[in-house]
Every structure is written in C-alpha cells, then in structure tokens.
C-alpha cells in the first residue's frame, strides 16, 4: 500500500498534488479525500501559490470512489455522513485548479476533474461514469457538471450506458480543455498553471469567481456580478500597473495588490 495517499510539491507559485495509490487505481477514498482538501487548502493559504495542478499517475487519474471502502455501507451510514459532501471544499478553493489526466477518469475521478477549472488530457485518457454498472448513480457531481460540460443528451449516453469516453471525443464535447499528447498532459497543465501564475493574484481569483457565477444564475445577474468586479479591480494597484505596462509596451510586473 502507498504510504502517502498523495505527494504534494511546489513548483515556482504552482502547488502541485499528486493522488499516489497506484495498487487501487488511485481510487479516491476518506484519507485521500481529506489529503487532497487539506493540501489545496494549504496552498490557498500560501499567498506565494498562484494555481494548483492535480493529478495521478500514466494509468489512473483516479478510477472511481473506493468501491471496496462503500460496499457495505448501509442507506442511513450513508445518509448520515452525508458521504461525498466533504468534496465540496475542494470546489470552494479560490485559486485557479487545473486537472493534468491520464489513463482512467472514472466516477469520482472525472467527478473530481470536473471540479477543477480546466482539464487537460491525452488520446489515451478515459473519461466516464460507470456508476450504473455498480447500482448506483454518480454521487460527486457526475449528473451536474458532466451535463453542464456536454449537455444533456451526451450526458445521459454516458450515465444511462456507463460507456467510456476517449481523450479526443471529451475534447470535441468540451469537457476537457486542451488535447494533446498523453506523455505531455502533465508538462502542459504546470506550463497554462506558470502562465496563469505571471498574473496578478487577486484579479485571477475575481476572474475563476466571474466565470464560476455563470453556473449558479441569471444572464442579468451574471453580467452585473462581472461589471461590479470589474469596477473594483480599479482598486488595485495591478491594474493600474497593467495599464501603464501596456501604454509603455512592457510587461506588467504584477505585486498582487
Ligand atoms: N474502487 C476500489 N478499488 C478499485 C477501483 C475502485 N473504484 N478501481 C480499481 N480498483 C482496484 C481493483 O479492485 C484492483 O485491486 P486488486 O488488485 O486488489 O484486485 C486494482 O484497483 C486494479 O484494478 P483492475 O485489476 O480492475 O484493473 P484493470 O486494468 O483490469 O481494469 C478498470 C481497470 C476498468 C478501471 C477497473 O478497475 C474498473 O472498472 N474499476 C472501477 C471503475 C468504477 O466503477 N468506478 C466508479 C466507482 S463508484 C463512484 O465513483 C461513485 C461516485 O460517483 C463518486
């Protein structure tokens, strides 16, 4: 057995966390659960940190919850924990997440590559919710996010068959973000995770937060959230440092404030 669920380092200002149980797949159960949660966390509050780049090994991104850790759980153990709920502070990190995948993106391991911002994956990776085949549905957000990536007729192919789905066809349908080569997902992820990291740091947060606002209301709403954000950022002395750096054509030197 690994002795740590996931390994974590920090690359310039990327955080990167590596989910580390090879002999399961990576399957995602509690102790890498609270290990992914408190690592992102973690880097959160690391105001050096500008991005995190998930990921797992060339054969597993993750393929599933721990299947063997649920088996025998009953309807009210499950009720009561409110199993998957801890998840959600994964999805309330602020910072820029972005998910490097190969290999298999099962049930929980494509729910969990949904929780990112952005997916990057090879040909070679696989995409799907099999819940069905096990009796279940999908428990980590599969029917949403999956449905709100690649709308509803794809979304139910996938959950109602359980059927895998390859790198170059979850590119096509917009789930994941770019395609390229299975031996390059990682070194892509940490480049865009660099990249984002060259910017300022809270107007990269009020920019995951504007788009993140589109998925929970109205167009009207939306559209006032991003204008008002946009009106504060005058606040900051990056913008005002962005502006001059382009009226000076030199690169900005952001300060995060
Ligand atoms: N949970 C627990 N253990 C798992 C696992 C999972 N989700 N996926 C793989 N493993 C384990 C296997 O049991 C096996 O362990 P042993 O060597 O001790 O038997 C080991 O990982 C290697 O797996 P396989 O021998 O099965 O490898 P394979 O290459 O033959 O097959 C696979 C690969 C097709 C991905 C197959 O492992 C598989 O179907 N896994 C389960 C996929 C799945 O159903 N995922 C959904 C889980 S439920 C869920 O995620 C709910 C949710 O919405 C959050």
Not at 5 to 24: D, F, K, S
Not at 96 to 110: D, H, Q
Not at 222 to 250: C, I, P, Y
Request: hydrophobic share 45%; net charge negative.
């Amino acid at each position: 057995m690994s002795e740590h669920v996931i390994l974590t380092e920090i690359v310039g200002r990327v955080g990167v966390i590596r989910v580390n149980r090879p002999e399961a797949l990576n399957a995602l159960n509690l102790a890498i659960l609270h290990a992914v949660v408190e690592a992102a966390e973690a880097f959160q509050n690391d105001p050096n940190i500008m991005a995190i780049v998930i990921t797992g090994n060339e054969k597993a991104f993750a393929a599933g919850a721990d299947i063997k850790e649920m088996a025998d759980k009953s309807y009210i153990e499950m009720h009561q924990s409110d199993w998957f709920s801890g998840w959600s502070r994964f999805t309330e990190i602020r910072l820029p997440m972005i998910a490097a995948v190969n290999g298999y993106a099962l049930g929980g391991g494509c729910e969990l590559a949904m929780m990112t911002d952005m997916i990057i994956a090879g040909p070679g990776t696989k995409f799907g919710q099999p819940e069905i085949n096990l009796g279940v549905i999908p428990g980590m957000g599969g029917s949403q996010r999956l449905t709100r990536a690649i709308g509803k007729s794809k979304a139910m192919d996938m959950v109602l068959t359980g059927r895998m789905m390859d790198g170059e066809e979850a590119e096509r349908a917009g789930l994941v973000a770019r395609l390229v080569d299975d031996n390059n997902v990682f070194d892509t992820a940490m480049e865009i995770a660099q990249t984002i990291a060259s910017k300022s740091r809270p107007v990269v947060m009020a920019a995951k937060e504007a788009v993140n606002t589109a998925f929970e209301t109205s167009l009207s709403q939306g559209l006032l959230v991003e204008r008002r954000a946009f009106h504060a950022l005058f606040a900051l002395e990056d913008q005002k440092e962005g502006m001059e750096a382009f009226s000076n054509k030199r690169k900005a030197e952001f300060k995060d404030r």
